[in-house]
């Protein structure tokens, strides 16, 4: 089975993840030379439809030059030129096409699935069993493989009026044979979820090592009011069958791969809920990029091996609390000179932009 994402690391798994783990926390050995502000991904007045927002932002290689999106959600309303927003309504889960090979040509060149009237279709149809007008499919990183197109999704559940006001029922895995959709969500027995809501939500980011696995990131509470990030693996084959996946854990067991998700150990701390991890050829590293609430900063953290240990996280851009930050994650598949210069994406305000950032 092929599957486009980048390869890890040749010499990947030739270290004992354990003794990696517990060693002491490297120093950063990176520079980074410049950030730079490329522009929007969306141009509203180039949509067939008003988009004034959108979330989510995952990107994945199609092969041919475009790149598939997984968007959480896409606004629509009046963006007035007085900068000001007029909400009509949201489609929480969306796909779209981006037919651009550079950022710096990408502005406006999404098209997304549609339905009859020209507006965004949900990327799964409605399951009145599983999803309700109070539910939100917001889908997550995907993949490309032989047998079609993959994205991992969360489902969320409204508790309120307020547009932030939703908690996370489950995790789940959706499929498609046409980039397109419409996406099938995979059943796990009876359920729509391969992880329920107190369980890791798998699938912030993922890629396929030269190995023949499959690895995905999934957030958690760590412990009351404290993230972090899990770390599971899975042969792509077999990545729609949740009884195959193994969950990295340092607990006393045979090994660091366990069938247990109650055991995973956090492999990164203090984690948002949206965040990227891929491997730098120039660095030589695993590379983390994320935006830290705390800090008002997008921060990037590199390790030698996927689950550590990482070294202090370094600032990439700072965010004013009035521009609202969020989301920030590298898109690799507009990496370029080898990871010498990387692009990557930010929510302010609820709209995305590129970003390009240097390495030494």
Known sequence: MSVLLPALHGG???????????????????????????????????????????GGNYSVPLGDGRTLWFLNNIWTGELKDTGEVSLWGIVDGAVAVLAATSPYSAAGSLS??????????????????????????????GLKTGAGYYAYY??????????????????????????SGPYKLLKNRESRFFWNDIEPAFGSALWADNDGWLYVYGRYAAEP???????????????????????????????????????????????????????????KEYLALYFDPEAGEVSVRT?????????????????????????????????????KRVFFTLEKKNMPYFYELIFK
């Not at 002491?24 to 927002?53: H, M, T």
């Not at 409204?158 to 932030?164: D, E, L, S, T």
């Not at 851009?317 to 990871?339: D, I, M, R, T």
Request: include cysteine; hydrophobic fraction near 40%; proline fraction near 11%.
């Open 12 to 54: 990947l798994m030739a270290a004992d993840p354990a003794a990696a783990k517990s060693a002491a926390v490297p120093a950063s050995n990176f520079e980074i030379i410049s950030v730079k502000a490329i522009g929007p991904l969306l141009v509203p007045q180039r949509s067939s439809f008003p988009v004034v927002g959108q």
């Open 112 to 141: 997304y699935t549609v339905d009859e009237n020209k507006w965004p279709l949900p990327v799964s149809p409605a399951d009145l069993s599983e999803y309700s007008s109070v539910r939100k499919f917001w889908p997550r990183a």
């Open 154 to 179: 969360s489902l969320m559940n409204n508790f309120g009026p307020g547009a932030y006001e939703y908690f996370r029922v489950g995790q789940g895995l959706a499929v498609s044979e046409k980039p």
């Open 225 to 283: 009011g404290k993230y972090a990030a899990a770390l599971a693996r899975v042969k792509p084959e077999k990545l729609a069958e949740p009884a195959a996946y193994y969950y990295y854990s340092l607990d006393p067991a045979p090994g660091v791969w366990t069938r247990d998700v109650s055991e995973v150990s956090p492999v990164l701390e203090n984690m948002p809920e949206e965040f990227s991890v891929a491997y730098n050829e120039h660095l």
């Open 303 to 339: 390790a030698q091996y996927p689950w550590g240990p990482w070294g202090p996280r370094k600032k990439a851009l700072s965010c004013g609390k009035e521009e609202y930050c969020f989301g920030a994650k590298e898109q690799p598949a507009f990496s370029a000179e080898g990871g």
